[in-house]
């Protein structure tokens, strides 16, 4: 895991641009985020328990993908997104389990801030659910696969080798070197790297957009 030490009182607060009333996330031009440093977006990542945020320009290029068709958004964490999108909301919410709680306690970082409409499904389930035409998903773990341990991944992480056989399109927001090692990468695929894309990421790297298709 990459380590970065940033030292508060010289690094610009943003939350007045990117939180709302209620604090939680807005969905804001990219103007505003061109504006911003990428330590500053790390600090209020780390302090929010965020880690990509939604652009006016994502949510317009999303529209224009799903044009229609039924989706939803797994691993949705806040929310924002698919709110804006005016499509479900879904995520294990494993965050919420004590176990969990207390390891982001000892890291003194907070845990994700779910949102209320976020329903409570794990990504199988979702698809199980609802099945989408279209399934986005931003910064979510992969699978572990004890077969290619290499590829790293979680335990309760999405199989998304399963989503794309499910659906007929997988959309994914990612940054190249965080999510360099998802194994669906040997699969056909379409990379964008749209300059409004951002993230906390700060390893140089850019921000994408994956999208993969069903193969029929």
Known sequence: MDAHILDPAEVRDISGLLLDEQRCLRVIPSSVLEDTTPQERLLFGVR??????????LCSFLRERIRGRRAIEIGAGHGALAKALA???T???Q?????????YAALRQPTVPYGEHVEKLDAAAAVEQYR???VIACWVTHRFDPGRPHAGGGSSGVDEEA?????DEYIFVGNEHVHAPKPIWSLPHEK??????YSRAVNGSRDFIGIWRRER
């Open 192 to 197: 964008l790297t749209p300059p409004w894309l």
């Open 95 to 103: 965050q919420e389990d004590e176990r969990v709680k207390s390891h």
């Open 48 to 57: 929010h328990g965020l880690y990509s945020f939604p652009t006016e320009e």
């Open 163 to 167: 989503i794309i056989a499910s659906c």
């Open 91 to 93: 995520d294990n919410r």
């Open 87 to 89: 499509i479900p909301a």
């Open 132 to 134: 989408p035409d279209v």
